[in-house]
């Protein structure tokens, strides 16, 4: 009977160390769309409740509320504010985030210019534009971005626009993509600091050089995969012209 209590008890501990394990690998990720231009917002958190929020677009005050509740009915604790690229759709809560939270804004710095442009065109496409915070600190290519138990490698995937990043969770197999690529489509190359050729070799040499069952979210529509863009994607698929 001694000897089964402490087979019962080696079992549990077991059990328990498993399934710790299984929950510092847990990642949470909620999207949520913004503004006029449909644009995709996320916030990522893990089991420790800490998260970042990458390229809140919340515009309206119904917009940033619905944002803000979310992270506070859920307890989640934000520590960092990251912006994929600094197009004025991707930006548009920058501010509001920045101060409900107390975060730095974090960017690359080849997209500090786009950042501090949006205030002088954003009439032109109906937005009163609250102007976003400069960046605290600038995002590294290739660095690795921590948030409790979580990473997220950086890589530069510049041409929609010149300091444009993706964020990559290999654990999950997942891709915080911004505009780069979308399902079954790529990111405009008519804006300043756009190049078809550079976000080409972008797509290549950083996104499809990962394994084909990586989720790519995208910054505007559905999600897709490496795979199925490598494949069907018009503009830079096996059948591309």
């Known amino acids: 009977m001694f000897s089964v209590k402490i087979r019962l008890f080696v079992m549990n501990v077991i059990l328990l160390h498993f399934q710790k394990s299984k929950l510092t690998i847990m990642l949470n990720l909620q999207s949520f769309v913004f503004n006029g231009f449909q644009e995709n917002t996320y916030v990522l958190s893990d089991e420790t409740k800490e998260c970042v929020i990458i390229d809140p677009g919340c515009y309206t005050v119904a917009e940033q509320n619905q944002l803000a509740n979310f992270i506070i009915e859920n307890e989640l604790k934000p520590v960092r504010l990251l912006n994929t690229h600094c197009h004025i759709d991707h930006i548009l809560g920058n501010n509001f985030i920045a101060k409900k939270f107390n975060l730095g804004l974090e960017i690359h710095k080849e997209d500090l210019p786009v950042l501090l442009a949006t ?123």
């Open 119 to 241: 205030t002088d065109y954003g009439h032109l496409y109906g937005f009163t534009v609250d102007p976003s915070p400069e960046p605290t600190r600038f995002i590294e290519a290739d660095e690795i971005i921590r948030f409790g138990n979580t990473e997220l490698e950086v890589r530069f995937t510049p041409g929609h626009a010149p300091g444009h990043v993706v964020f990559i969770n290999h654990l999950e197999r997942l891709v915080i993509n911004g505009d780069v690529l979308f399902y079954n489509s790529i990111g405009r190359t008519d804006l300043p600091g756009g190049d078809l050729n550079t976000l080409l070799n972008s797509i290549k040499t950083q996104l499809f050089t990962l394994p084909d069952d990586y989720v790519v979210h995208t910054g505007h529509g559905p999600s897709t995969t490496i795979g199925n863009e490598k494949k069907y994607n018009p503009f830079v698929g096996e059948n591309a012209s």
